[in-house]
């Protein structure tokens, strides 16, 4: 048990579009939800914690309406990157708590976007 | 602030030797240490969790040691092969004060394992 899978897996767009990643928690319910990014060669980076039904907590230097966070249920947050630009391409891996139980987090296998 | 150091960045063996990872951390009020596997262009793969209480933790052909209060850890292979070629990370989680905590990464260190 314990998957959580990202739809996309990846995904080309022109710059100035927007596009919508999602992170679903396949067969648990996750009321914190986390965002990170890697660059290449680089670590995972947290962008954002999402919350089941409040705001998202953005972490420094991350633009809260450049990148748009809901998570409106138990297993599904939803990343949105707004008019989008090459500096923004980069791996996009969310990670999912349990609501109860093991603490661990439990990782999406990721999604490649690319901003031409 | 807290931050997670991996050294060597990068590492090149031939099969069958035994290697150690290491990973040292600035502050040793943490909650949990996990290592991770990362293949190219792929998602995490968890390899252990080690919780602060803890110290040490076995799988397979792995074990990953922790010294909370030196603020360090190593990640020993056994016996390598070329499958273990990836990129391993170290994350450590600090104290639990809230339901959600987010995992900080070292960079990484790269190992190849030739045939």
């Known amino acids: 048990g314990a998957v959580v899978s990202q739809h996309p897996s990846w995904v080309i767009c022109k710059s100035g579009t927007s596009v919508k990643i999602e992170c679903r928690s396949l067969d648990f319910q996750a009321t914190t939800m986390f965002w990170y990014r890697q660059f290449p060669k680089q670590s995972l980076m947290l962008m954002a914690t999402s919350n089941e039904g409040s705001k998202a907590t953005y972490e420094q230097g991350v633009e809260k309406d450049k990148f748009l966070i809901n998570h409106a249920s138990l297993t599904l947050s939803t990343l949105t990157v707004t008019s989008a630009h090459p500096e923004d391409s980069s791996f996009y891996i969310c990670?999912?708590?349990?609501?109860?139980?093991?603490?661990?987090?439990?990782f999406g296998p990721g999604t490649r976007l690319t901003v031409t | 602030k807290q931050e997670v150091t991996q050294i060597p960045a990068a590492l090149s063996v031939p099969e069958g030797e035994n290697l150690v990872l290491n990973c040292s951390f600035t502050d040793s009020a943490i909650y949990n240490l996990q290592w991770f596997r990362q293949d190219p262009g792929k998602g995490l793969t968890s390899l252990l969790l080690?919780?602060?209480?803890?110290r040490e933790q076995t799988s397979g052909r792995l074990n990953a040691s922790l010294d909370k209060s030196s603020g360090r850890s190593t990640l020993y292979i056994a016996a390598s092969q070329p499958g273990d070629s990836a990129t391993y990370l170290c994350?450590?989680?600090?104290?639990?004060?809230?339901?959600?905590?987010?995992?900080?990464f070292g960079k990484g260190t790269t190992l190849s394992v030739s045939s």
């Open positions: 994350a450590v989680r600090l104290g639990v004060w809230q339901a959600g905590t987010a995992l900080i």
């Open positions: 990670s999912a708590q349990k609501t109860s139980g093991s603490s661990e987090q439990y």
């Open positions: 080690i919780q602060s209480s803890q």
